[in-house]
């Protein structure tokens, strides 16, 4: 079975930018979380989604938002890229959400610059 | 903010030693994960224990949890250098939130 792809997997970006990192989870796992990865502040949640339904946002200013297909992959955006927002962004599938064992991906790592 | 708090944050054993690492946390939970996180494999699934089971085990690996101390902690047996890496527990609260939440990890070095 496939594992959690997701894509691309480096970016640098401008400060005041926008981004679109896409995640493709397991295939038969509904649920997709997203979380922010930073030497500081440890892995902190983004969103959660099941079946294209926002269940959960982390606190997270509204520049990130997310969406979930038809086909359960999902895609994060961050618009007006800030220098704080450097990070590895990871995503994380499973079958029903956080009552499950989370598989993730590689991450994406973000630069700010 | 941090849910669950992992103590010690580093710990560097010799191989062949066992590893404790322990976790607490604030409000009640559904279940406890813990996870480890190296640079080659990234973020891995070890054990889910849930708020009415006590004790887990998968291969070397001993997860116990007290819920009326609101902690848990892992133990590695006869460690290994490939077990060097960041162990994360993560919790999910009860009342219907599918929001994991992870503490910033302790850090095991095993020395061959």
């Known amino acids: 079975k496939a594992g959690v792809t997701q894509t691309p997997r480096y970016l640098i970006k401008t400060r005041g930018q926008q981004v679109t990192l896409s995640c493709s989870p397991i295939s038969g796992h509904r649920s997709v979380s997203w979380y922010q990865q930073t030497p500081g502040q440890g892995l902190q949640f983004l969103f959660e989604?099941?079946?294209?339904?926002?269940?959960n946002k982390g606190n997270f200013p509204g520049r990130f938002s997310g969406r979930q297909f038809s086909n359960s992959r999902s895609e994060m955006n961050v618009s007006t890229l800030e220098l704080g927002d450097s990070a590895l962004y990871l995503c994380?599938?499973?079958?029903?959400?956080?009552?499950?064992?989370?598989?993730f991906g590689p991450g994406t790592r973000l630069t700010v610059t | 903010s941090q849910q669950g708090e992992e103590d010690p944050q580093a710990l560097s054993i010799q191989e062949g030693e066992n590893a404790t690492m322990n976790c607490s946390y604030k409000?009640?939970?559904?279940?406890l994960q813990w996870y480890r996180q190296n640079s080659g494999r990234g973020l891995v699934h070890l054990i889910l224990i849930r708020s009415n089971e006590r004790e887990k085990h998968s291969g070397r690996l001993r997860v116990t949890l007290d819920t009326s101390k609101k902690s848990s902690s892992l133990l590695i047996t006869a460690s290994r250098a490939a077990d060097t890496a960041s162990y994360f527990c993560?919790?999910?609260?009860?009342?219907?939130?599918?929001?994991?939440?992870f503490g910033k990890g302790t850090k095991l070095s095993v020395i061959p």
């Open positions: 993560a919790t999910l609260p009860g009342a219907g939130s599918y929001q994991l939440t």
């Open positions: 994380a599938s499973s079958l029903a959400g956080g009552i499950d064992e989370q598989y």
């Open positions: 989604y099941f079946s294209e339904t926002q269940r």
């Open positions: 409000t009640s939970i559904n279940n």
